[in-house]
C-alpha cells in the first residue's frame, strides 16, 4: 500500500480526534460557567475551600470522561472495520 493511499484515512482520523477533543472541552467550559450542579460545581466548590483531594478526583472522571468516547470509537472500529486490522 503506498502512502498517498493512506493520506485520506489518516485526514478523517485526525479530524474526528480533534472533534473529539474540543468537543470535551468545550463540555467542560460550558459545565464550569454559571453553573449550580455537575461536576463543574464540585470543581468550584472545592477550589473555594482548598479541597485538593476533591479537585483531584473530579480531574480524574473528567479525565476518563475523555477516555470513553475514544474507547468506543476503537472498539466500534474494530467490530465493524476487521479488515484493518489485516492491514495494519
Given at each position: 500500500?503506498k502512502?498517498t493511499?493512506?493520506v485520506p ?5 485526525e479530524?474526528?480526534?480533534?472533534s473529539?477533543?474540543?468537543s470535551?472541552?468545550a463540555?467542560?467550559?460550558?459545565e464550569?460557567i454559571?453553573?449550580?450542579?455537575g461536576i463543574?460545581y464540585?470543581?468550584?466548590q ?7 483531594d476533591i479537585l ?6 473528567y479525565g476518563?470522561?475523555?477516555?470513553c468516547p475514544?474507547v468506543?470509537?476503537r ?5 465493524l ?8
Amino acid at each position: 500500500m503506498k502512502t498517498t493511499d493512506e493520506v485520506p484515512g489518516v485526514r478523517a482520523a485526525e479530524r474526528a480526534g480533534v472533534s473529539m477533543t474540543l468537543s470535551v472541552i468545550a463540555l467542560i467550559a460550558a459545565e464550569e460557567i454559571n453553573t449550580t450542579a455537575g461536576i463543574g460545581y464540585l470543581m468550584v466548590q472545592a477550589g473555594d475551600f482548598a479541597r485538593t483531594d476533591i479537585l483531584a478526583v473530579c480531574i480524574l472522571v473528567y479525565g476518563l470522561l475523555g477516555l470513553c468516547p475514544d474507547v468506543i470509537v476503537r472498539v466500534l472500529e474494530r467490530l465493524l472495520m476487521p479488515w484493518r486490522r489485516a492491514v495494519r
